[in-house]
């Protein structure tokens, strides 16, 4: 019996470039610990350039990802950092951080990746913020695909990536098809960046996603097609996500939100620290600003 279900998307603006929103979904907050996904492009940077100011994070870890184009992030540790296709960005807020993400300024041609969020468990949703680079990640040659893995293993290959829960991300270059070896603890989610193909027989076209449950130890996939599959360990616990933070309660929430107002207000955060940036601080979407 196949465990597959199809989750559709919604398109959601992003400053003046749309994307498809995949995660999370009401009949799935979470797949594994990832509790967000960002569709966006393939845009042309000329209409659709990345620029998103310094806002915070709490609680959970940001997975950038870039089949085409070019991204600079720049956080309140410090970092400054181009990410390119191929690359890997992984921020892990931790309490809190903040992150500023823009096309660089002579940018041409296409746009197009995902952003991804994991939530972070109990063990370290306190914990220090932190973020890594990962230039070099393992590359599979299974048999009718090329699969880079982001984070967690595959067929005996790990990426360096943190992870702070079991859990596994990979891109998938498929020729025609391809039998993708699955962890049967986890659940997991393929996400169609390009082409229709079929996943255990269902056609699953771009802004749609299959969901697969736990017990599933392979995916086939027929198809010319660009995806990406998520997975993991069933989260620990329920999330609260509002906005830019993940949490378990609205009293976290709304503290970091306070937390947040204060820095729009005053400037200034031992919590969130400062992004250099040449972007403007973004205030919380309808939330009171007076600190
Ligand atoms: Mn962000």
Redesign the pocket.
């Known amino acids: 019996m196949s465990g597959l279900e199809l989750l559709d998307s919604r398109e959601v603006m992003l400053g003046s470039t749309p994307v498809a929103r995949l995660l999370p979904k009401r009949q799935h907050r979470t797949v594994g610990p990832w509790c967000f996904a960002d569709h966006f492009g393939p845009v042309d940077v000329g209409v659709g350039a990345m620029a998103?100011g310094p806002?915070?994070?709490i609680g959970l870890q940001?997975v950038t990802w870039l089949f085409a184009g070019e991204v600079v992030h720049t956080d309140s540790l410090g970092s400054e950092q181009v990410i390119r296709p191929g690359q890997l960005n992984l921020?892990s807020a931790g309490r809190g951080i903040a992150?500023?993400?823009q096309s660089p300024a002579a940018s041409v041609g296409l746009m197009h990746g995902l952003?991804l969020w994991v939530a972070q468990p109990d063990a370290t949703r306190w914990s220090d913020p932190a973020f890594e680079h990962h230039a070099e990640l393992p590359v599979v040659d299974l048999s009718g695909a090329a699969v880079t893995v982001l984070v967690g293993s595959l067929a005996g290959e790990t990426s360096a990536a943190r992870t702070d829960w079991p859990m596994v991300g990979l891109d998938l270059v498929v020729g025609t098809s391809v039998e993708v070896p699955l962890e049967p603890s986890f659940e997991h989610a393929v996400l169609v960046m390009s082409g229709a193909p079929s996943i255990d027989g269902t056609t699953v076209s771009v802004g749609t996603t299959a969901y697969l449950a736990p017990g599933s130890t392979s995916a086939r996939i027929d198809g010319s097609a660009r995806v990406v599959v998520i997975g993991g360990e069933p989260f620990e616990a329920p999330i609260a996500m509002s906005w830019?933070f993940v949490a378990r309660t609205r009293d976290e929430l709304d503290d970091a939100h306070r937390d947040w107002a204060g820095v729009i207000a005053h400037g200034g955060s031992q919590r969130f620290g400062d992004v250099r940036s040449e972007l403007g601080v973004v205030p919380a979407p309808g939330y009171p600003t007076g600190g």
Do not use: G, L
């Open positions: 998103v806002h915070p994070h940001t921020m992150h500023a993400e952003q830019n």
